[in-house]
């Protein structure tokens, strides 16, 4: 059964910078593109950023171009996202996600706050 927790929130003050963790088990890492999304209460959830599966491709929402950054360490079985000059609209639950045997799953997700 593949299992993803994702780690790394918190609070933090606009314009500051916070990584997201998701460690997968389940499956082979290598052979997977791997998501982040957010939701905010209300909204439906929102693709931020995908990395292919050796890292070699990734694409971004154009809200968070130039601020995101997703990796990924395949001996680790993590992908990362690297979160800086946060606003306080990138406030939300943080998921990743990946397609395997075509479903999709998903972690528990982790809170972002960014607030003063």
């Known amino acids: 059964q593949v299992q993803l927790v994702e780690s790394g929130g918190g609070l933090v003050q606009p314009g500051g910078s916070l990584r997201l963790s998701c460690a997968a088990s389940?499956?082979?890492?290598?052979?997977?593109?791997m998501s982040w999304y957010r939701q905010v209460p209300g909204k439906e959830r929102e693709l931020v950023a995908v990395?292919?599966?050796?890292?070699?491709?990734?694409n971004y929402a154009d809200s968070v171009k130039g601020r995101f950054t997703i990796s990924r360490d395949n001996a680790k079985n993590t992908v990362y996202l690297q979160m800086s000059s946060l606003k306080s609209e990138d406030t939300a639950v943080y998921y990743c996600?990946?397609?395997?045997?075509?479903?999709?799953?998903w972690g528990q997700g982790t809170q972002v706050t960014v607030s003063s």
């Open positions: 990395i292919s599966s050796v890292g070699g491709s990734t």
């Open positions: 996600s990946v397609r395997w045997r075509g479903l999709n799953y």
């Open positions: 389940g499956l082979i890492f290598s052979r997977y593109a």
